[in-house]
Nanobody
Framework: QVQLVESGGGLVQPGGSLRLSCTAS????????TGWYRQAPGKQRELIAL???????NSVDSLKGRFTISLDNAKNTVYLQMNSLKPEDTAVYYC?????????WGQGTQVTVSS
């Protein structure tokens, strides 16, 4: 069984930065895909970025300049560095991991961008 634990959310002013972390526990070999989604109030969950254990990345073009995904394989931890945050980035951010064809979700962490 895979479990994902997220951290790093919170309240930040417009223009600020946050780094989210998500650590996977369980029996995971190095052939997984992991990444981040977000869901704003009243909207569908949307992809931010995915990254394979080998380093191949798939990111949403509209966020590439401000959001960066990275992965520490040794720690089974994926990060999302978010810069120049805007009020419209306010959402619950979810970590995701796909391993052996099965998807797993973190519990979500709230990010609120407000002055």
């Amino acid at each position: 069984q895979v479990q994902l634990v997220e951290s790093g959310g919170g309240l930040v002013q417009p223009g600020g930065s946050l780094r989210l972390s998500c650590t996977a526990s369980g029996n995971i070999a190095s052939n997984y895909v992991t990444g981040w989604y977000r869901q704003a109030p009243g909207k569908q969950r949307e992809l931010i970025a995915l990254m394979s254990a080998s380093g191949i990345t798939n990111s949403v073009d509209s966020l590439k300049g401000r959001f960066t995904i990275s992965l520490d394989n040794a720690k089974n931890t994926v990060y999302l560095q978010m810069n120049s945050l805007k009020p419209e980035d306010t959402a619950v951010y979810y970590c995701y991991l796909n391993y052996m064809g099965r998807g797993y979700w973190g519990q979500g962490t709230q990010v609120t961008v407000s002055s």
